[in-house]
């Protein structure tokens, strides 16, 4: 299970999955269900029998819950501050996948209290998983 969760909660929106993106996810990476934002809580299948009771190809997939990822401090135009609230976007082509940048798919909100700096990388931030609103 997916040691990365920060709020003292089980994720009420987890079920099992084929992740679009990574390719091959391991617990604890922000991922994709097609346009759905998630984080794995286990990794994906690759035999079975297995412990978790997924199909080869799956992965058990939080939608919700507040988690410590990996987050760019990169919008569309370049280095940008990160701060409390700000929507964070699922690029697939960057490392780490998370960042200001629109043009991915959106993936939920900063949550930390600190800003992240313009420009840093692969910063380990509190987001929350999802759409508020």
Do not use: C, F, M
């Given at each position: 299970m997916a040691k990365n969760m920060i709020r003292a909660y089980s994720p009420e929106k987890a079920r099992a999955a084929v992740c679009t993106q990574p390719a091959t996810p391991v617990s604890g990476d922000p991922v994709l269900v097609g346009q759905m934002p998630g984080v794995a809580l286990t990794n994906e299948e690759t035999a079975v029998p297995n412990l978790s009771g997924n199909a080869v190809g799956e992965c058990t997939v939080a939608?919700?819950?507040?988690?410590?990822?990996?987050?760019?401090?990169?919008?569309?135009?370049?280095?940008?501050?990160?701060?409390?609230?700000?929507?964070?976007?699922?690029?697939?082509?960057?490392?780490?996948?998370?960042?200001?940048?629109?043009?991915?798919?959106?993936?939920?909100?900063?949550?930390?209290?600190?800003?992240?700096?313009?420009?840093?990388?692969?910063?380990?931030?509190?987001?929350?998983?999802?759409?508020?609103?």
């Open positions: 939608h919700d819950g507040t988690w410590a990822l990996p987050v760019k401090g990169v919008d569309g135009g370049g280095n940008s501050v990160v701060a409390r609230g700000d929507i964070l976007y699922y690029v697939a082509g960057d490392t780490p996948p998370l960042s200001k940048k629109a043009t991915g798919v959106r993936y939920g909100y900063y949550d930390g209290s600190a800003t992240i700096a313009g420009g840093a990388t692969n910063t380990t931030a509190e987001v929350v998983v999802g759409y508020q609103g």
